[in-house]
């Protein structure tokens, strides 16, 4: 997909010099993505030389709307701006076995970003219908704040932590194929399916409280540290536009 959708803007302006479409230069579009969401899931299965296997399970779950703004930069080729505001939710978990018992730990990560960007879309048509299919790239780059939550255990311990993620700077980019049903002329209704790589680093503060399995005795520790995460992720968006 990434590799076809290199061609998108060559494409577009192809179009624009040849077909007949409804939409003319200077026409404005205006809407809102009124809900895309994405989904990735990454397993890992490692095997020691001791009989250890280590397993690390990690989902990614992601939920974005906002409005958007654009202009015809001529017939079929549209370029223009979004804002979004998107709620995160990372799931990892992590577990260690070997002869001895299982040690595990699993962390919950939620986060509330909001992001600004260009997009550029091409109308694959050559006459008006009231289902048109389109490509579209686009790109966000925004910060936020968020929080995080786990448990772990081993032979002889157990332990809760809390935390919070601040400073979140986030980049993303993505390419998606979709369809427009207009009501009319003016009125579409947007449905996407896509791809999207992004890139979140973060500033964390966690403290963990463990408690002795035997002796019931607790202690409480703190960390800092700094992470990057990148997610690889398929997206279903839709939304409403008004051209004008």
Excluded at 24 to 42: C, L, N
Excluded at 72 to 90: D, P, T, Y
Excluded at 195 to 208: C, G, I, M
Aim: proline residues 2%; hydrophobic residues 35%.
């Amino acid at each position: 997909m990434k590799s076809a959708f290199i061609f998108l803007p060559f494409i577009c302006a192809l179009l624009s010099l040849q077909v007949d479409a409804q939409f003319t230069k200077g026409t404005v579009m205006v809407g809102s993505t009124i809900g895309s969401t994405g989904y990735s899931s990454a397993n890992s299965n490692y095997s020691y030389d001791n009989a250890e296997a280590k397993t690390v399970q990690t989902k990614t779950y992601s939920l974005s709307a906002g409005p958007q703004v654009g202009i015809f930069l001529g017939r079929n080729v549209v370029a223009g701006a979004s804002l979004s505001f998107s709620l995160n939710n990372s799931q990892s978990n992590n577990t260690l076995s070997a002869a001895a018992p299982i040690d595990g730990s699993k962390t919950t990560t939620n986060s509330f970003t909001i992001t600004v960007g260009p997009y550029i879309r091409c109308y694959f048509a050559n006459h008006f219908s009231k289902n048109l299919f389109y490509g579209q790239l686009d790109g966000n780059i925004g910060s936020g704040n968020g929080n995080s939550s786990g448990n772990a255990f081993t032979a002889t311990t157990t332990s809760t932590s809390i935390g919070k993620v601040n400073n979140i700077f986030n980049w993303n980019a993505g390419a998606s194929l979709g369809l427009t049903h207009f009501f009319n002329k003016h009125v579409g209704m947007d449905v996407a399916l896509g791809y999207r790589y992004a890139v979140a680093k973060s500033d964390n503060f966690n403290t963990t409280e463990t408690v002795q399995n035997s002796t019931h005795i607790n202690s409480t520790s703190t960390s800092n540290y700094d992470l990057t995460a990148t997610t690889n992720s398929a997206t279903l968006s839709v939304g409403f536009h008004w051209f004008l």
